[in-house]
């Protein structure tokens, strides 16, 4: 009994020492970056640095605020966010299905091994053309720009994810008669949980490079189109609210995949 009370009071004092950890780390990101943006506003304010070009948290709050009185706001944010989250399911179903057939096929793995490593270095942004020659100047070449961008990551980091099951359980399951459907099913899609999760979160990066870079080459509307509009007309304040807006949807799409990673792995 005695013995359980120790262990449990030596518990109580590691998940306090966990709690102050990540209170002290979240804490200081906080601070961080309300001292950037202090320090930012104060350069401004002083003409320290030049307020057109740099801009400023008030300006962007401003031109923030002037989006949504205009109500043009939603709609360039509801446009490349159904772009992005598109792309990215779309890749990581399809990626993580063609994974598995490259998976379960050495055969094939092995023929179209080297096109991935190819198609992985080529710098999509050079199908630009084509793609807006095949789907037009619309949604749809920028939901296949945020596709081809995230799909072969998808492919390559699931695929390894699956060649790295271990060999031995693997043999284990095989002497006990199990088919190759069911070693999937049972180990080594379980297995790749882990995997699954670290693409997910790559994923969320890619898909968003993917549906503004296919804003910057063709879009009427979009957060991209506001970037590139803003650039043209030397709206700087325009260029950086939208970036500020980008970066917090997608921390918040991240955090989400974070959120889900504690659901889906509680015991790690």
């Known amino acids: 009994m005695?013995?359980?009370?120790e262990f449990s009071r030596e518990h109580v004092l590691f998940l306090k020492k966990q709690r102050n950890t990540t209170l002290f780390v979240n804490s200081m990101r906080f601070i961080i970056l309300i001292a950037f943006l202090a320090l930012w506003e104060?350069?401004?304010t002083f003409n320290v640095i030049d307020s057109f070009l740099m801009s400023s948290p008030s300006r962007i709050l401003t031109t923030i605020k002037n989006l949504i009185i205009a109500d043009n706001l939603w709609l360039h944010v509801g446009t490349t966010l159904f772009e992005t989250l598109a792309g990215f399911f779309i890749a990581t179903f399809l990626g993580t299905l063609i994974a598995v057939a490259l998976w379960w096929s050495e055969n094939l793995r092995k023929i179209l091994e080297p096109y991935l490593i190819v198609l992985n270095s080529l710098p999509k942004i050079a199908l630009g053309p084509i793609i807006i020659v095949w789907f037009g100047s619309g949604i749809k070449s920028i939901i296949f720009m945020a596709i081809i961008?995230?799909?072969i990551v998808t492919i390559i980091t699931m695929?390894?994810?699956f060649l790295s099951t271990d060999d031995g359980k693997i043999m284990l399951l095989k002497s006990m008669g199990a088919t190759k459907l069911q070693i999937l099913t049972k180990l080594v899609i379980p297995?790749?949980?882990k995997s699954f999760i670290s693409c997910l979160k790559i994923?969320?990066?890619m898909a968003w490079i993917?549906?503004?870079m296919g804003e910057y080459l063709t879009s009427r509307q979009g957060i991209g189109y506001l970037i590139v509009y803003g650039g043209q007309v030397f709206k700087l304040d325009l260029v950086m609210a939208s970036t500020v807006i980008l970066c917090i949807l997608a921390g918040v799409m991240y955090a989400l995949v974070a959120?889900?990673?504690k659901f889906l792995i509680k015991d790690k």
């Not at 005695?2 to 009370?5: D, E, F, L, V």
């Open 2 to 5: 005695k013995k359980h009370s």
């Open 42 to 44: 104060l350069l401004a």
């Open 149 to 151: 961008i995230t799909i």
């Open 159 to 161: 695929q390894n994810a």
């Open 191 to 193: 297995s790749s949980l």
């Open 203 to 205: 994923n969320v990066g």
């Open 210 to 212: 993917g549906s503004i």
């Open 259 to 261: 959120l889900a990673e």
